[in-house]
Structures are given as C-alpha cells and as structure tokens.
C-alpha cells in the first residue's frame, strides 16, 4: 500500500439519495441473535484470506466471533430496565440501556471466561499462536475487580488506563451481553421507545448511549441507498440520513476519501466499499461501507479489515471518531480536544 498521502483521492460528494419510491425508511435495524455474531465470524474468515498485515488477527477475531455466537445462543435470562425505567428513558429521549450507567449484571465476566476458554481450545498456529495464549491466559487470571474497572473504561470510550490487548476480549463479553439484552426485549426495540430522540440527530448509539464503529449504506430491500449507523456496542444499526458528519452533523463540504486513487485510464476502475466521511467542522473521520458495492460487507468485520484508511487518514489532519472494539488505538490524549473520545458534541 502506498502510505503517501497522494494516494488519498478526494471522491465528490455526489452520493445523492436516491428517493426513495416506498415510504420512510426503518428506522432501525435490530441485530439478530442468530446471526449477528456468525455473520461477522463468516465475514472475519473470508476477509483473514485475503493477503495483508492484519490477516492472521483477522483469523483470530473470526474465531472470537465464532465464540460470541456460541455464548449469545445459550444464555439465561438477565435483569432488564423495568417498565418505569423504560417509561422513564423513553420521556427524556435517553438510551434505556446506557453503557455507563447500567448496573452490569456479573454473567458478562462468564461470557468472557466462556470466550476464552474457547479460544484457548481451538487449534492456534502462526508464530504469534504462543503469545495469544499467554495473553488470553492472563485476561483469564485477571480479578472480576479489575475486569469491572476495565469494562467501565472500555465503555467509556476512553482508551486511557484501557489495557489494550484484553481489550478486544473484553469488548466482546461485553458486546454479547448488550446484544443479548436487546435481543432479549421487545419492548427496548419498539419504536415508541424513541419518539422522542432525533434518530437523524442522534450521535452516540439511542440504545446504548455507545460511540458508532462506522456507517453502512445498505442496498437491500426499503433500505437501499439509507445510510444507518452502526454500534460499536449492541449491534443495532440507526437511520441517518446522508451527507452529515455522524460526530457533530455538519453538512457543508463534507468528503469522501479511500485508499485506491482512480486512474483515468482505467476503465474498469471503481469506487471501493470503504470511504472514510471526513468533516471539515470537526475534523474527524467515520468509515462508511457501500453494501452495494460489497454484497457480504458488516460492519465491525470490515471497518477492521480496513485498517489501512485509519493509518492513512493518521497522517492527515482527521481524528477517528468511533470505536472498533475488536481493536483498540492508542491514541496520544494530547492529540484530542479536550472533549473525551465518548463526548457528545452538544
Ligand atoms: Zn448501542
Ligand atoms: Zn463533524
């Protein structure tokens, strides 16, 4: 990959929306317990054979999302927001399952367990295969004290303090335990739950209060052409319309970057799947996946797998916005504004 910064194109923003002959679109799109988890893992494993740098971790995620799948299928009940809670959240427009504020019940830490034990039986080769052990190992001994103040960082969105190789483990107890609620409740997925938030608006997850991992512009069905935002959380999708910077909703002058730079000779040259939607107001940056253009494309499994953008858009003035907990950056807090990652501009 070229990493001079010439090989970033500014594509036009001329992603009109097409109008839409049916309707308004779904609001929402709600994950799916049986799917949701084995579509990443499939998606994560077609994605590891393609040669690159990340490959092999790739593999590993694939195999991580193999495990949630497992552990969301076979879980009890938990305690959800009750009926008050959910009356209470639905008046103020606020997320009913707020990731910093919920009161995590203690099965997340046997989902982990369940992940790792999962991982640590399966068949690891590579030269990397003795430290993943070592490591999943280690998040293994960690005391539920620690695994608490770990999560409550994670989910704040704030890298800081975050242990960042447990984290993407971490992040996928957690992630399974969110999918499961949502799963779980009918009435946290109805739409009156939401009358009063401004999906078109909305920054930060409406169910879970957590920072997206990208955006998708579906192809399927009502949806064509919708852009929804994904949750780096509990795996719900949100409407929001297009062209509009998910961080600050921005509109003006808003652009679409890539790796690949179009060659005019080429004919056969297309746009890829993944862009990053770059805001000149706040000066960040959320990938955004064209599912027309990448039929088996999801979103946690390729905003990964496009790690090449994030290194690329580093060397420019654009901070990521969002989180892919499957992978953590570090990022110099110097850099930032004094808002934390999880902020919400106001
Ligand atoms: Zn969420
Ligand atoms: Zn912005």
């Known amino acids: ?133 070592q490591l999943l190992q280690r998040i293994k001994e960690m005391p539920s004290v620690e695994l608490e103040v770990q999560a409550d960082q994670l989910l704040a969105g704030s890298v800081s303090g975050v242990d960042l190789a447990a984290a993407p483990f971490i992040g996928a107890a957690l992630q399974v335990y969110w999918a499961h609620m949502l799963c779980s409740s009918p009435a946290i997925r109805a739409d009156e739950q939401y009358q009063k938030v401004k999906l078109s608006e909305q920054t930060t997850c409406p169910c879970c209060g957590s920072l997206p991992t990208t955006s998708m512009v579906h192809s399927f069905g009502g949806m064509a052409g919708q852009r929804y935002v994904a949750c780096s959380l509990c795996g719900v999708q949100w409407h929001m319309p297009r062209i509009r910077c998910t961080r600050c909703l921005h509109e003006d002058g808003v652009e679409y970057m890539s790796l690949a730079s179009p060659d005019v000779a080429d004919e056969d040259y297309q746009t890829p799947a993944v862009l990053a939607e770059t805001c000149p107001e706040c000066k960040t940056y959320l990938k955004i996946i064209h599912t027309e253009r990448e039929p088996f494309a999801e979103p946690i499994a390729d905003e990964l797998a496009n790690i090449q953008l994030d290194v690329l858009m580093g060397e420019g003035e654009y901070y990521k916005h969002g989180i892919n907990l499957l992978l953590l950056f570090a990022q110099d807090p110097t850099e930032q504004s004094d808002e934390t990652v999880g902020a919400t501009p106001s």
């Open 1 to 133: 990959m070229a990493k001079s910064s010439e090989s970033v194109v500014r594509i036009m923003p001329a992603e009109e929306i097409i109008a839409r002959g049916s309707g308004e679109p779904d609001l929402f799109i709600w994950p799916n317990r049986a799917s949701l988890f084995a579509e990443r893992s499939m998606r994560l494993k077609q994605l590891a054979r393609q040669p690159g740098a990340i490959s092999a971790y790739l593999g590993l995620m694939a195999e991580l999302a193999q495990a949630q799948h497992l552990a969301l299928a076979d879980l009890p009940e938990v305690p959800m927001p009750d009926e008050a809670a959910l009356a209470q959240s639905a008046e103020h427009g606020l997320p009913p399952l707020a990731a910093l504020d919920w009161p995590r019940d203690p099965i997340w830490q046997k989902i982990l367990h369940q992940l790792l034990d999962y991982l640590l039986a399966a068949k690891m080769r590579g030269e990397q295969a003795e430290n993943i052990r």
